[in-house]
């Protein structure tokens, strides 16, 4: 069985310039992170895109659902920032694509060394494997579905609706 894996960008694959302060995208650090998780599943890696989740457009979500509704894989798991997960989740949804497709993403970049990023990804990846087709959120080391999921900004976790 193979899993697809789409990049989107987010907070997961964010750096740090430690001469301005900013947050910045260089590349996914998807590889990295299943070398460092000793990941032995047969996994392909795409980068759609690398955005903050809040600059995410319209255009960049129908570009999502074009690109899983046009891949065999009946697996997808799909990195993306935690602010509008769920709307990109909702869109996929209503595609209504006979596949298992989880959204995950992290608080903290994964560059930082504190990221929950690894553990996202890993249960995210366990999730995408065992789960029946729709669309799910993965975070927390939980699965929810994607219209009963919300992220609480006052603790920094997704919660069920």
Known sequence: MSIRILVTGGTFDKEYNELNGTLFFKDTHLPEM????RCKLEVQIRTLMLVDSLDMTGEDRKLIVDHCAKMKDERI???HGTDTMDQTART???????????????????KFGS???????GSALAFVQTL???VYVAMN????????????RSTGEFEEI
């Open 92 to 110: 996929l949804a209503e595609a209504n694509l006979p596949k298992t497709i989880v959204l995950t993403g992290a608080m903290i970049p994964y």
């Open 132 to 134: 029946p087709h729709g």
């Open 77 to 79: 798991l799909i990195t």
């Open 141 to 152: 080391g939980r699965y929810f579905l994607w219209d009963s999921v919300r992220k609480n």
């Open 115 to 121: 990221s929950d990023g690894l553990f996202n990804l």
């Open 34 to 37: 299943l070398r460092l998780g």
